[in-house]
């Protein structure tokens, strides 16, 4: 949930609970709740008022620029933008944000960000256990 507003790479720490024995079940579960309720906080945050919006691009060095390129592609895109996002590195977490500050629909986000994010959450799960597997379990 906190990668999606502070970088932290859930890669790291997913592998080292693979090498852990963890359950890989529990893992995908609670990497996939966790990542949809950090891009639900997201789209409240932008859909909550521009001045949040505004103190979060000083932070992030979000300029109008990149703002409103991000507007272009939510309108064209809209669902498949919102569906991608997980995998793009950084930007990817200033998507659902903009959801937000567009009014962008909820339904539509719901469905596309949750798929989204649980795709890659199994992936994530899935290839790292095969890389700990083969490197790490002899």
């Given at each position: 949930?906190?990668?999606?507003?502070?970088p932290?790479?859930?890669e790291?720490?997913?592998?080292?609970?693979?090498?852990?024995?963890?359950?890989?079940?529990?893992?995908?579960?609670?990497?996939?709740?966790?990542s949809?309720?950090?891009?639900?906080?997201?789209?409240?945050?932008?859909?909550?008022?521009?001045?949040?919006s505004?103190?979060?691009?000083?932070?992030?060095?979000?300029?109008?620029?990149?703002?409103?390129?991000g507007?272009?592609?939510?309108?064209?895109?809209?669902?498949?933008?919102?569906?991608i996002?997980?995998?793009?590195p950084?930007?990817?977490?200033i998507?659902?944000?903009?959801a937000?500050?567009?009014?962008?629909?909820?339904?539509?986000?719901?469905?596309?960000?949750?798929?989204?994010?649980?795709?890659k959450?199994?992936a994530?799960?899935?290839?790292?256990?095969?890389?700990?597997?083969?490197?790490?379990?002899?």
């Amino acid at each position: 949930m906190l990668s999606s507003f502070i970088p932290i790479p859930t890669e790291i720490t997913t592998a080292t609970l693979i090498a852990a024995k963890e359950n890989e079940t529990r893992i995908f579960i609670v990497l996939t709740v966790g990542s949809i309720i950090g891009g639900f906080v997201a789209y409240y945050i932008g859909y909550t008022g521009v001045h949040v919006s505004h103190r979060l691009r000083k932070i992030t060095r979000f300029d109008d620029k990149r703002s409103q390129t991000g507007y272009a592609l939510l309108a064209r895109y809209g669902w498949l933008l919102i569906f991608i996002s997980p995998w793009i590195p950084i930007g990817g977490d200033i998507i659902p944000i903009i959801a937000g500050i567009k009014k962008y629909n909820l339904n539509k986000f719901i469905i596309a960000m949750a798929l989204g994010k649980a795709i890659k959450a199994l992936a994530i799960v899935y290839f790292l256990s095969l890389i700990v597997v083969t490197f790490f379990q002899h």
